[in-house]
């Protein structure tokens, strides 16, 4: 059984990134594996400030006391890591930028994280948009020797629920099948 922990990195709720994240939950066996969707909505992530605390911290709390501790114990058990996000000039959300760079924390050494999959919208029509989020998750994968779960980038959905009827859509699923 595989537990698969999904970065919903959109803070817009129901929106094109919440959408294509239900058609990749839609296609995951529920009966082999498990599925966490934690949401940047509600969250309080400050970013790293790089004082590197956690690393002299013998249990690597972070100096920071705000939502993040919680993500660490959510994230720890996970197989799979979806990051999910809408691009905001050329990367992931601010509010998923935050997550990501504090687990810069050494705490992350203790992950079981095998896999990863990365589902990217945007309003933009010219593809070439996602090159720097494909980039840094490529990046991602070859530094922490991660399994490439797939990748699949949305363009051209601005206004919400654009992606409704969206080929993607059945392309999650059928991602979510093969977890």
């Known amino acids: 059984m595989a537990k698969i922990a999904v970065l919903l990195g959109s803070p817009r709720r129901n929106g094109n990134t919440e959408i294509l994240v239900n058609a990749f939950i ?3 066996n529920k009966q082999e594996n498990s599925v966490e969707v934690i949401s ?3 969250k309080k992530v400050n970013g790293c400030t790089g004082c590197d605390f956690c690393y002299r911290d013998d249990s690597h709390n972070c100096v920071q006391k705000d939502d ?3 993500i660490y114990e959510r994230l720890a058990d996970a197989d799979v890591f979806v990051i999910a996000t809408p691009v905001y000039f050329y ?3 601010s509010q998923l930028k935050c997550m990501i760079d504090r687990l810069h924390n050494p705490i992350r050494n203790t992950f079981k994280v095998k896999k990863l999959v990365l589902l990217a919208v945007c309003a933009d029509e010219i593809p070439s948009v996602f090159d720097s989020l494909i980039t840094m998750y490529h990046s991602v994968l070859s530094y922490f020797s ?3 779960g797939g990748v699949i980038t949305v363009p051209g959905v601005a206004g919400k629920g654009d992606i409704l009827g969206h080929a993607a859509l059945l392309e999650a ?4 099948e093969k977890i």
Do not use: A, F, H, T
Request: aromatic content about 0%.
């Open 26 to 28: 839609n296609g995951i």
């Open 40 to 42: 940047v909505i509600g």
């Open 68 to 70: 993040m501790q919680e």
């Open 91 to 93: 990367g992931v959300s």
């Open 146 to 148: 991660l399994e490439n």
């Open 173 to 176: 699923r059928k991602l979510g």
